[in-house]
């Protein structure tokens, strides 16, 4: 069974930083691509990141672009997302998906900007 | 980028009976190879997201057969032959061709 468990969303002011992890289990993480998806409180999804197999390759939304930065860590099946200078727009659960169209979802992770 | 329009925004249904939305797109989400990268995304309340439709009408495992769905080029439908109530929830179509970004369309919220 597919599982993925986002962790380390929180409270941080504007301007700072914070880093996204996501374990992934029951499948074979290395052979596939990997996203980040969020949503604002009460709001649709928006497409964050992705990150192609091996990582060479990796691709974010215009909102995010210069400030967050995809990766993975395949010998731990792990997905990260170091986010800097966070805006308040930048609230919003986070999730990690699987693969080029989205296969499976973790149950997300609440990040909060305000001061 | 390209815009997923999804009507309608809130379609109140009965229990039993079929339900409709449209998604349409910007542009065509045909490519090379004759595929559609067209998927469709159920979230009921208070969970995340999970894939019910991918490539326009492939069932993922576990989904029931009363949710299909159709279309081509710009213009899609998912549908549900007689809504039960654990449909309840909000649906979002993806496009996946032209990407960067894959955008999603603003939903449509299924409520009984």
């Known amino acids: 069974e597919v599982q993925l468990l986002e962790s380390g969303g929180g409270l941080v002011q504007p301007g700072g930083s914070l880093r996204l992890s996501c374990a992934a289990s029951?499948?074979?993480?290395?052979?596939?691509?990997m996203n980040w998806v969020r949503q604002a409180p009460g709001k649709g999804l928006e497409w964050v990141s992705l990150?192609?197999?091996?990582?060479?390759?990796?691709y974010y939304a215009d909102s995010v672009q210069g400030r967050f930065t995809i990766s993975r860590d395949d010998s731990e099946n792990t997905l990260y997302l170091q986010m800097n200078s966070l805006r308040a727009e930048d609230t919003a659960v986070y999730y990690c998906?699987?693969?080029?169209?989205?296969?499976?979802w973790g149950p997300g992770t609440l990040v909060t900007v305000s001061s | 980028d390209v815009v997923m329009t999804q009507s309608p925004l809130s379609l109140p249904v009965t229990l039993g009976q079929p339900a409709s939305m449209s998604c349409r797109s910007s542009?065509?989400?045909?490519?090379?190879?004759?595929?559609?990268?067209l998927h469709w995304y159920q979230q009921r309340p208070g969970q995340s997201p999970r894939r019910l439709i991918y490539?326009?009408?492939n069932r993922d495992s576990g989904v029931p057969d009363r949710f299909s769905g159709s279309g081509s080029g710009t213009d899609f439908t998912l549908k549900i032959s007689r809504v039960e109530a654990e449909d309840v929830g909000v649906y979002y179509c993806?496009?996946?061709?032209?990407?960067?970004?894959?955008?999603f369309g603003q939903g449509t919220n299924l409520e009984i």
């Open positions: 990150i192609d197999l091996g990582g060479s390759n990796t």
């Open positions: 029951g499948f074979t993480f290395s052979t596939y691509d």
């Open positions: 542009q065509s989400l045909v490519y090379s190879g004759g595929y559609t990268d």
């Open positions: 993806m496009q996946g061709v032209h990407w960067p970004p894959y955008t």
């Open positions: 998906a699987k693969g080029r169209w989205l296969d499976d």
């Open positions: 490539r326009v009408s």
